[in-house]
């Protein structure tokens, strides 16, 4: 159901023609719609049009429902081939984490959805170790201890998807989940599985990158989140940050600066994601921050 003061949020791609702009604020002010908030990028290189419209209801014409909403919408939907979705502004995805030994990234998304800074609905946490058990259970959440190796690793993955699927996940969020994921999975979460790390790659893949970098005297540390695809951390990038270091910082400083990038980074990533400000854009991405 709507009422007069409940926010709708509007997220449309299409083909960049003359006339969506209009069309769409043409056909929500048929049904008394109030525009609160209203973005739109087109991308001339890949022709494409991208739209994100909050509004709620203005006059006594507005609908009841969001479905009467999107039938308002649906003639301009079929004229232009949105790929479109009309959803309750506190309508907060449902999303699945996963982590293996590291917590920073993990209780700083605990800790945003416990306070209710985080707008997605956290219905789990996945890891292929048992260390953060006690974490996750103190915020009251279940706790799925899943491990992997080689011998076992596309039955794991299927079990995550399971476990997805029962708790109708719509995103996987890898918060630390250091382990390279396999097809199985890869593919059947395209644009719903968002991955964090250290902006060092290419240059420092592997174990101990702020060791290493480090050891080469960088000057710029960072971190990356992007959504995950079969090239190993060459996703659509979604947020990135990057904080100056200089020859006094030891190993562990850039560990600790590190961390505290990486968390905050995730989290304004899946907060973006859960407002429905990104759009994927071919191999990049569309934020309207």
Known sequence: MTDAGTALILTLACQDLVGIVAAVSGALAGIDGFILDSQQYADLETGRFFMRVVFTGGGPGFPTDVGGVRAALAAAAVRFDFAWEVVRADDR??????????SHCL????????????????????????????????????WHHLPVDDTNRDAQERAILDLMAAKRAQYLVLARYMQVLGPTL????????????????????????????????????????????????????????????????????????????????????????????????????VVFR
Not at 107 to 133: C, E, F, K, M, Y
Not at 240 to 249: F, I, K, S, Y
């Open 107 to 142: 209780n700083d998304l605990l800790h945003r959805w416990r306070t209710n800074a985080l707008p997605v609905q956290i219905v789990g946490v996945v890891s292929n170790h048992d260390a953060l058990r006690s974490l996750v259970e103190w915020h009251g959440l279940p």
């Open 93 to 102: 995805p449902r999303v699945l984490l996963a982590v293996s030994k590291g």
């Open 186 to 285: 890869v593919e059947a979460l395209p644009g719903r599985c968002i991955n964090i790390h250290h902006s060092f790659l290419p240059g420092f893949k592997g174990a101990r990158p702020y060791h290493r970098a480090h050891e080469r005297g960088v000057k710029l540390i960072g971190a990356t989140a992007h959504f995950v695809t079969a090239d190993l951390d060459e996703g659509p990038i979604i947020e990135q940050a990057v904080e100056r270091v200089d020859h006094r910082a030891s190993a562990d400083d850039l560990v600790r600066i590190g961390r505290d990038i990486e968390a905050q980074v995730l989290a304004r990533a899946v907060t973006w994601v859960g407002e429905r400000r990104v759009f994927l854009n071919d191999n990049r991405t």
